[in-house]
Nanobody, 114 residues
Framework: QVQFVESGGGSVHEGGSLRLSCAAS????????LSWYRRAPGKERELVAS???????NYLVSVEGRFTIYRDNAKNMVHLQMNSLKPEDTALYYC????????WGQGTQVTVSS
C-alpha cells in the first residue's frame, strides 16, 4: 500500500508563498495521477490540483493561476507551489492519488493570516 508524507506547510501572511512537498513510498509513475486536496475547518475536503504521470494538470478554479502542481518522478515526489496566498487557502493539505484512494496521510497545515 502506497503511503504519502506531506511537508512544507506553515504560517504566512496574505500574499505570501509556500511550497508543499509530498513523498510517496513507491514509484509515482506507477501510481499515475496524483493530487493535492485540502480540508478547511467546517468544510468538506476538496480537490485542489491534480497532475497525470505525463504532466497534465488541472486546478480548482479558485487557485488557478496562483498554485502550480508538479512532480519529480525520479524522487517519487509531488509538489505544490502556492503563491499569492489568501486567508481562504487556510486548510490542512493532503496529497494522494487522484482515484482509488485507500487511506490518507497526516497532511500539512497551511495557515494564511490577513
Amino acid at each position: 500500500q502506497v503511503q504519502f508524507v506531506e511537508s512544507g506547510g506553515g504560517s504566512v501572511h496574505e500574499g505570501g508563498s509556500l511550497r508543499l512537498s509530498c513523498a510517496a513510498s513507491e514509484s509515482i509513475f506507477g501510481i499515475g495521477d496524483l493530487s493535492w486536496y485540502r480540508r478547511a475547518p467546517g468544510k468538506e475536503r476538496e480537490l485542489v490540483a491534480s497532475i497525470s504521470r505525463t504532466g497534465i494538470t488541472n486546478y480548482l478554479v479558485s487557485v488557478e493561476g496562483r498554485f502550480t502542481i508538479y512532480r519529480d518522478n525520479a524522487k517519487n515526489m509531488v509538489h505544490l507551489q502556492m503563491n499569492s496566498l489568501k486567508p481562504e487557502d487556510t486548510a490542512l493539505y493532503y496529497c494522494n492519488r487522484l482515484s482509488s484512494i485507500r487511506s490518507w496521510g497526516q497532511g500539512t497545515q497551511v495557515t494564511v493570516s490577513s
